[in-house]
């Protein structure tokens, strides 16, 4: 029971993937070695402030039955590491889906005028 919610965070990176490779939106958009990048970037940044909330004594580990009990520092479980990964990509995936929103919806319909 206690990599339950590991599961579950990696069950919803897979869900992005597939949002992703479906609609390419960020990784599957043609550009993965700059996709990786800001991925990266977002989670190195979201641990830092992770870590410097632990040191403020801002953020503290909750307990659950439903994790792991493994810790990347202390108060820093290994599963915040794949939900700060999840969020980034999360947000870059919905990045991506306006993207092709507003190019689909920004541009008139054929035998449509255009307003100048």
């Given at each position: 029971m206690g990599v339950l919610y590991l599961l579950f965070l990696l069950a919803s990176i897979g869900c992005m993937v597939l949002l992703d490779h479906r609609f390419k939106l960020f990784f599957f958009s043609g550009a993965p070695l700059r996709a990786a990048v800001v991925l990266a970037a977002g989670l190195?940044?979201?641990?830092?402030?992770?870590?410097?909330?632990?040191?403020?004594?801002?953020?503290?580990?909750?307990?659950?039955?439903?994790?792991?009990?493994?810790e990347l520092a202390p108060h820093l479980p290994v599963e915040e590491a794949f939900?700060?990964?999840?969020?980034?990509?999360?947000?870059?995936?919905?990045?991506?889906?306006?993207?092709?929103?507003?190019?689909?919806?920004g541009r008139p319909r054929s035998g449509q005028a255009v307003e100048r």
């Amino acid at each position: 029971m206690g990599v339950l919610y590991l599961l579950f965070l990696l069950a919803s990176i897979g869900c992005m993937v597939l949002l992703d490779h479906r609609f390419k939106l960020f990784f599957f958009s043609g550009a993965p070695l700059r996709a990786a990048v800001v991925l990266a970037a977002g989670l190195v940044f979201f641990l830092a402030w992770d870590l410097l909330g632990i040191g403020l004594d801002i953020f503290y580990r909750g307990e659950t039955q439903f994790m792991l009990g493994l810790e990347l520092a202390p108060h820093l479980p290994v599963e915040e590491a794949f939900f700060l990964a999840f969020l980034c990509y999360l947000t870059m995936v919905l990045f991506g889906l306006l993207k092709v929103a507003a190019t689909h919806y920004g541009r008139p319909r054929s035998g449509q005028a255009v307003e100048r």
